[in-house]
């Protein structure tokens, strides 16, 4: 059996250097999401999104990311599940995309808000039935006495509700608007490539990206 501490691994596909990278760390992300989708990395829009609750303490959940642009990262998910509880009361987070094979991380750190509700409802209308019976039937992140409760809500909610299940009062979109961004790049004897683009909003000048180089 081979032991933990013995795994090693080579990153040596590609590299990371500033005058390659762009200027806007948002089309930096759409760059390397874009590959990771034609590489045909397992769930290139999955993401981790950490908060942090009253007590300080954190905790980490996959999400799929569902839109960005200007505004900032978007995803959906319960209004009253853990997440949702801890930004109401803290609304900064972090979000991570790791594409294993392309060697390559992306940290995301923002203030995170509710999208609208117009915007909650194109979404949640634009999903397959299931998903959207599924938001009804699952009271995220409370103790349930087993798998037998979610199906017998869906079997309730899919009665009453049939084939247009409106949106759930607890149930809509975040977005996080990024003030900080990094772009990991493995590289060969741990020497990994790791540029950080930090938003500097003061000052008499525009609010604008610095791009800087971290030691890994």
Sequence with gaps: MTHLADLRKSYERAELNEDASHADPLKQFEQWLKEAISAEVPEPNAMTVATVASNLRPSTR?????????????????????????????PFAALQFHWVELERVVRIEGLVEKVSDEESDAYFHSRPLDSRIGAWASPQSQVISGRGVLVAN????????????????????????????????????????????RLNPSGTTEPHWILERLAP
């Design 62 to 90: 996959v999400v799929l990311i569902k839109g960005y642009d200007e505004r900032g990262i978007t995803w959906f998910t319960n209004y009253d599940s853990r997440k949702g509880q801890e930004l109401a009361g803290n």
């Design 154 to 197: 869906a079997a309730r909610y899919g009665a009453r509700f049939l084939l247009h299940p409106p949106r759930p009062p607890h149930w809509g979109g975040y977005r996080l608007k990024p003030d900080q961004w990094q772009f990991w790049q493995g590289r060969k004897s741990r020497l990994h490539d790791r540029l950080q683009y």
